[in-house]
């Protein structure tokens, strides 16, 4: 995953298990407890559900360079492993 801002990295890895709309997301807690800009969802925008127990921090990340991940991207894990920035994935 792609963190913006300060970090303008890729900090973390994980396997997808599915790709769901939003609207059929399982929340980790109920709708009513979320508030402000949380509490609503584009009915159109889907979610991306991790396997469990698969989400790891990248000890080393890899670094913004001149092209930025925009929406969802995926890559092969040999070219994740290679990859010294943001460019070598996308």
Do not use: C, H, W
């Not at 970090?7 to 599915?18: D, L, N, S, T």
């Not at 402000?36 to 913004?64: H, I």
């Amino acid at each position: 995953m792609y963190l913006t801002g300060d970090v303008g990295a890729v900090m973390y890895v994980a396997r997808v298990k599915e790709i769901v709309p939003a609207s059929e997301a399982t929340l980790s807690r109920s709708l009513e407890s979320y508030t402000g800009d949380q509490a609503t969802f584009d009915q159109n925008k889907r979610v991306v559900v991790f396997e469990p127990e698969s989400l790891y921090e990248l000890s080393d990340p890899l670094p913004l360079a001149t092209r930025v991940p925009y929406g969802l991207r995926y890559t092969d894990l040999e070219s994740f492993r290679t990859a010294e920035t943001t460019d070598d994935i996308l």
